[in-house]
């Protein structure tokens, strides 16, 4: 699907009408449908398509939409249009939600006037990101009202329902998805698009929005009652239903819901599932009832036992004493995603019946081709200027200093043979960090960012850097764009989320103003003078930033067929090459493979940067010629 097609499905008015579409997609309809304002966000997987999509829309539809330097900044974007009556929508990982959590918590104190909805993305099995905490336990944190879709057609009406309960309660609301919401691709039916009110308005109610502690403490027990009224919708929702009829009971949510009705259907298990949508405040009353009507009850759900906490401390409140089975039986695990394999197996056992031998057979046939493959880890992509940066570090520095590094496709440089990363907490992380070992150890300390990571959270450790006069090195690999996460903008770019060209920030010049001392931007395709630099920088007494200023190489590749500029690549002169193995073992462009005692380039993969050849020690690599390469 194009990125036009995308943007007139989501903006057309087709009510009826189905197409295919990703979870993501569903919530930018849904947004849509509602008369959506303004839309925020920083890309993040399993988020990203959300604000990909809306950056499409906005150019032929009736909102404002923003790419912000990071989660906080888009939280506070949209609560502000929210608190003005607009409808707004923040859409974001779930680690985002760590960073934007100081605006969160505070928001849900004051309130909003507009309809606002908080995507929490989250991302069990770690499939793309540093942990797979469970965000449910943010609505419970913040006293804020959740919903959780099972599937793309129920992301995209919570979101139009979403906005109707905001209101109602001029509370935020967390819409959660997991991966498998996100990305799964499904029929989804259309509904009316409501026109934007268009009408904002702020009025002036400091006593309400500015959270001095006299405030914050009257409007907590305003936040408390909200709840309760929250609670009783709950008990009423559509989105908390009870599917079958049995003695036994099962209870779940998300897209663990899809699994326990294939599973049970599979095992011939006759049971009543309640699926929980609205995830908090949970249905007590509901959940009691459910609990006491059965002969036993198995809770199902990813990551945390969140549910399964909830129900027997209900259960207990109310004397009731059904068997409540799930993860502190062991039954499912805290770990990773479920799976209809691991469902199946978990309330096989919590039920103790046999798991049918044709579905044993089908998963191990399932598993079969899983364990016969190689592993494939992911690379950084052929002629990326990245694997030419840590080549250099690493060449410069001889290896011997640490290597703190950040969230990015440049993480990857932690594999062989670059292996350049020592530790990593979050985004933003490596200048803090850097800042940390310099204090303690008296060694090199060699920080790596990117570009996008730099504006969303690295800038403050770089302050903290030289107002405490830290000696950090620090590499900006600077690709002019969020690569990681499929190419949006940021304040480097100069690019905005309504597709607007502007001045973009300079990264030299913020380190400038924040008075580094030791300031130099290379080209990583140039070896050479890029190792000259990051040994002067290196060997400089003080805090030193090197911007390593080169674009994406799949950006480039596409810029090179639109321009239609040739793209020239490299071979290897087996005549010449003297298997000194320095291509694979020391760069490992991925692009260069081994054959027999010689290195050999794969001319579909090789983007031409020419780095391999600058640092060939025996000249054996160079450019293709136009009638060898036909």
Known sequence: MSSMDIAEILTKEAPGKRYLLLGNEAIARGAIEAGLELASTYPGTPASEIGDSLFQAAKVGKFYFEYCTNEKVAMEVAGAAAIANARSLVAMKHVGLNVASDAFMTLNYIGVRGGMIIVTADDPGCWSSQNEQDNRIFALLGDTIMLEPADPQEAKDMTVAAFELSEKLEQPILLRVTTRVSHTRADVELGPIRPPRNNPNFERDPFRFVTIPAVARKRHPILVEKIKQATAISEKSEWNQIHGKGKIGIITSGVSFNYVIEVIRALK??????????????????????????????????????????????????????????????????????????????????????????????????????????????????????????????????????????????????????????????????????????????????????????????????????????????????????????????????????????????????????????????????????????????????????????????????????????????????????????????????????????????????????????????????????????
């Open 269 to 630: 298990v006759k049971a009543a599932v309640l699926k929980i949508g609205m995830s908090y405040p949970l249905p007590k009353k509901k959940i009691q009832k459910f609990i006491a009507q059965k002969e036993k009850v198995v809770i199902v759900e990813e990551l945390k036992p969140y549910l399964e906490y909830h129900a027997r401390a209900y259960a207990q409140e109310a004397g009731i004493v059904t068997p409540i089975l799930g993860k502190s039986q062991e039954f499912f695990s805290e770990i990773g995603e479920l799976t209809p394999h691991k469902v199946t197996e978990g309330i096989a056992r919590a039920l103790d019946r046999e798991i049918p031998v044709h579905l044993t057979e089908i998963n191990e046939k399932l598993s079969e081709p899983m364990s016969e493959l190689p592993p494939r880890p992911p690379i950084l992509c052929s002629g990326c200027p990245h694997r030419a940066t840590f080549y250099e570090v690493a060449t410069a520095t001889g290896r011997k200093g640490i290597y703190p590094t950040d969230i990015g496709c440049y993480t990857l440089a932690i594999q062989p043979p670059l292996e350049l990363a020592d530790l990593l907490l979050c985004m933003g992380s490596s200048i803090g960090t850097a800042c940390g070992l310099t204090a303690i150890l008296d060694k090199p300390i060699i920080g790596a960012i990117g570009d996008s990571t730099f504006f969303h959270s690295g800038i403050t450790g770089l302050v903290n850097a030289v107002y405490n006069k830290h000696p950090v090195k620090i590499i900006v690999v600077d690709n002019e764009t969020t690569a990681m996460t499929g190419h949006q903008p940021h304040p480097g770019t100069g690019i905005t989320g309504m597709g607007v060209e502007g001045k973009p920030i300079s990264i030299e010049e913020v380190a400038r103003g924040i008075g580094v001392p030791f300031i130099k931007t290379i080209d990583p395709l140039q070896v050479k003078e890029s190792i000259r630099t990051i040994r002067e920088a290196v060997a400089f007494d003080g805090p030193a930033v090197v911007i390593s200023k080169s674009p994406c190489a799949l950006i480039e590749r596409a810029r090179k067929r639109r321009e239609k500029e040739p793209l020239v690549p490299y071979q290897v002169d087996p005549e010449v090459c003297q298997g000194c193995r320095v291509c694979t073992d020391k760069l490992g462009c991925a692009a260069t493979i081994w054959e027999g005692e010689h290195a050999s380039i794969d001319l579909a993969l090789c983007s031409g940067c020419g780095v391999c050849a600058q640092i060939c020690p025996y000249k054996a690599i160079r450019e293709v010629e136009p009638n060898e390469s036909a």
